[in-house]
């Protein structure tokens, strides 16, 4: 089945920047749209952004745009999530997510997630 572990998160000071990964096994990664998700502390899941099968389609929160990156390397079954000019609200456990066909902001429509990655902005 498919596995999903994040890694990156970390402390960093607001206006800093963080890259998390994604590594994704288990079934052909080239299948699988990709997202990120984040969970706040007392908040619900909220989207971030996510990728289509290719890459060649990208889809972001307005709160994010401009600042995130989304990529995927399906070399090497890896989907990124660059931030820069982090703010203390982007702190959150940060969570990929997959799902085969199409890309989707809506968590529910995503079949598999990882264990998240803590990311915490300072100000």
């Known amino acids: 089945q498919v596995q999903l572990v994040e890694s990156g998160g970390g402390l960093v000071q607001a206006g800093g920047s963080l890259r998390l990964s994604c590594a994704f096994s288990g079934r052909t990664f080239s299948s699988y749209a990709m997202g990120w998700f984040r969970q706040a502390p007392g908040k619900e899941r909220e989207f971030v952004a996510a990728i289509n099968w290719s890459g060649g389609v990208t889809y972001y929160t307005d709160s994010v745009k401009g600042r995130f990156t989304i990529s995927r390397d399906n070399a090497k079954n890896t989907v990124n999530l660059q931030m820069n000019s982090l703010k203390p609200e982007d702190t959150a456990d940060y969570y990929c997510?997959?799902?085969?066909?199409?890309?989707?902001?809506?968590?529910?429509?995503?079949?598999?997630w990882g264990q998240g990655t803590q990311v915490t902005v300072s100000s």
């Open positions: 997510a997959a799902r085969p066909g199409g890309y989707s902001g809506n968590y529910y429509r995503y079949e598999h």
